[in-house]
Nanobody
Framework: VQLQASGGGLVQAGDSLRLSCAASGFTFSAVSMGWFRQAPGKERRFVAGIDESSGLKVYADFVEGRFAISRDNAKATVYLQMDHVKPEDTAVYYC?????????????????WGQGTQVTVSS
């Protein structure tokens, strides 16, 4: 059972970035998935979540319409498209397997986490 996040890097403010999280070892199409982020010295925070069929999506307020979560069940992969990034978006981004949709924003209730991918936004 594994979640492998990728796509992070160093970008400039205003740029775009797409994070990917490849899943294996479980029935990906049957679970809700989420993205969290953790900046240095801060707690891990919810960023975005998507249900099993992509019918429901939820975002943190600070996303402000700049990010979009999506998934491809055939590829067992969830994505986070990040547009108009800001320096305050700098963090390690983690994908996770939610226990259930109603607990999407509760990191402590996640079943599994990926290893994280670093996103650094310069001003």
């Amino acid at each position: 059972v594994q979640l492998q996040a990728s796509g992070g890097g160093l970008v400039q403010a205003g740029d775009s970035l797409r994070l990917s999280c490849a899943a294996s070892g479980f029935t990906f199409s049957a679970v809700s998935m989420g993205w969290f982020r953790q900046a240095p010295g801060k707690e891990r925070r919810f960023v975005a979540g998507i249900d099993e069929s992509s019918g429901l999506k939820v975002y943190a307020d600070f996303v402000e319409g700049r990010f979009a979560i999506s998934r491809d069940n055939a590829k067992a992969t969830v994505y986070l498209q990040m547009d108009h990034v800001k320096p305050e978006d700098t963090a390690v981004y983690y994908c996770g397997r939610a226990r259930e949709w109603r607990l999407m924003k509760v990191g402590s209730k996640y079943v599994q986490w990926g290893q994280g991918t670093q996103v650094t936004v310069s001003s």
